[in-house]
């Protein structure tokens, strides 16, 4: 039963292109969250999305940054045009309910040159 | 061994030795925590979680304490083993237990097993 896949484990983009990172959730659940953490930090919340539908995105900066659950596929977490100050780790979990333990992926290091 | 959590961020202890991570909290309405750790370069692990009308739960090698009346919980891991080391995080969810759709995090126990 394999856990929540996340790819590219790394990711390195330069300034101003877009990075896609993916999510693949453990199978049965329709829950993603997305968090960011940076070095030596707790995670953020950004972003929760059951098929086809973001619940709630109240912690994704409202420009440059997207998140969708397609109906077949993965989540994708989109962020355009990079800056520096994308350069973090992104990790995304998966429930099979509001009320169930969020399962994390071991995260997408995304660097920013 | 014990931590102060956002005071201490760092625990480090013998092997062998019980480990205790504590957590802080502010509202008085929280109603569920979990306790993860996570590995270096790995996605937070889930350990265990309890809700607000137990005082204590206890999981293999690890238990959890919450006492509501300082807002305080812990993590005490007994007989400490090097798998061990990682950085501990408590989170809730603001929402409450029902409502598990973004987690609160704290800063973090870095914990170290000195062989």
């Known amino acids: 039963n394999a856990g929540v896949m996340q790819n590219p484990r790394h990711l390195v983009r330069r300034r101003g292109q877009e990075a896609r990172l993916r999510c693949s959730p453990m199978?049965?659940?329709?829950?993603v969250y997305w968090y960011r953490q940076l070095p030596e930090e707790g995670l953020k919340f950004m972003v929760y999305?059951?098929?086809?539908?973001?619940?709630?995105e109240s912690g994704m900066p409202k420009e440059r940054f997207s998140a969708e659950f397609p109906k077949e596929g993965p989540s994708i977490l989109r962020i355009q045009q990079v800056v520096r100050g994308d350069s973090a780790a992104y990790f995304c979990?998966?429930?099979?309910?509001?009320?169930?333990?969020?399962?994390f992926g071991d995260g997408t290091r995304l660097s920013i040159l | 061994g014990e931590s102060v959590g956002l005071h201490l961020p760092t625990l480090s202890v013998q092997e062998g030795d019980n480990s205790i991570i504590n957590c802080a909290y502010s509202?008085?309405?929280?109603?569920?925590f979990i306790w993860y750790k996570q590995e270096s370069g790995k996605g937070p692990q889930f350990i265990i979680d309890?809700?607000?009308n137990m005082d204590k739960r206890q999981g293999q090698r690890v238990t959890v304490l919450l006492n509501k009346t300082v807002k305080h919980l812990s993590l005490q891991i007994a007989a400490t083993q090097p798998g061990d080391s990682a950085v501990y995080f408590c989170?809730?969810?603001?929402?409450?237990?029902?409502?598990?759709?973004?987690?609160?995090w704290g800063l973090g126990t870095s914990l170290a097993v000195n062989p």
């Open positions: 999305l059951q098929k086809e539908n973001i619940i709630d």
């Open positions: 979990a998966s429930s099979s309910g509001q009320a169930q333990p969020q399962h």
């Open positions: 199978k049965g659940h329709s829950h």
């Open positions: 309890i809700r607000s």
């Open positions: 989170a809730e969810p603001p929402g409450g237990a029902g409502n598990n759709r973004k987690l609160i």
């Open positions: 509202n008085s309405a929280s109603d569920y």
